[in-house]
């Protein structure tokens, strides 16, 4: 792993939590974009070499919707940066991590993304992020 790539915030109103993480952070979003097969819309903030993702649910038994009504708003996810996620992937379950995805799929910002299930990374949901080649 090459770095955390970002911290993803589980957010009830997107719009609204901009305008506090921007002048929190004194940095504007730079991207808004909806992931449909995550019934989410995610904005992001570049803070040094990491980003914020804000997370809202856009469909009511999506993971985030979930999140939010059983913790409320708050840190969702780290998310780290890695070089070949397959070739992490395999590392990973081969040291006793359990995954929630078995294979890389497309997520927010131009990434491959995986994610490790928290029960296996002592609470902390994980998520794996490759940029995909253009």
Do not use: W
């Given at each position: 792993?090459?770095?955390?790539?970002?911290?993803g915030i589980?957010?009830?109103n997107?719009?609204?939590?901009?305008?506090?993480?921007?002048?929190?952070?004194?940095q504007?979003?730079?991207?808004?974009?909806?992931?449909?097969?995550?019934?989410?819309?995610?904005?992001?903030?570049?803070?040094?070499?990491?980003?914020?993702?804000?997370?809202?649910?856009?469909?009511?038994?999506?993971?985030?919707?979930?999140?939010?009504?059983?913790?409320?708003?708050?840190?969702h996810?780290?998310?780290?940066?890695?070089?070949?996620?397959?070739?992490?992937?395999?590392?990973?379950?081969?040291?006793?991590?359990?995954?929630?995805h078995?294979?890389?799929?497309?997520?927010?910002?131009?990434?491959?993304i995986a994610?490790?299930?928290?029960?296996s990374?002592?609470?902390?949901?994980v998520?794996l992020?490759?940029?995909?080649?253009?």
């Amino acid at each position: 792993m090459n770095k955390i790539e970002h911290l993803g915030i589980a957010v009830k109103n997107i719009e609204a939590s901009l305008l506090v993480y921007e002048k929190l952070l004194n940095q504007k979003c730079y991207k808004t974009e909806e992931v449909e097969s995550e019934g989410v819309k995610t904005a992001f903030i570049q803070v040094g070499e990491t980003k914020i993702e804000l997370l809202e649910a856009t469909k009511p038994d999506s993971p985030i919707a979930k999140f939010l009504e059983k913790k409320g708003q708050g840190i969702h996810h780290i998310a780290f940066d890695v070089n070949d996620i397959e070739a992490e992937i395999s590392r990973l379950t081969n040291e006793g991590f359990e995954l929630i995805h078995q294979s890389p799929k497309d997520g927010a910002d131009n990434k491959l993304i995986a994610f490790l299930h928290p029960k296996s990374t002592d609470g902390i949901l994980v998520e794996l992020c490759q940029e995909k080649s253009v």
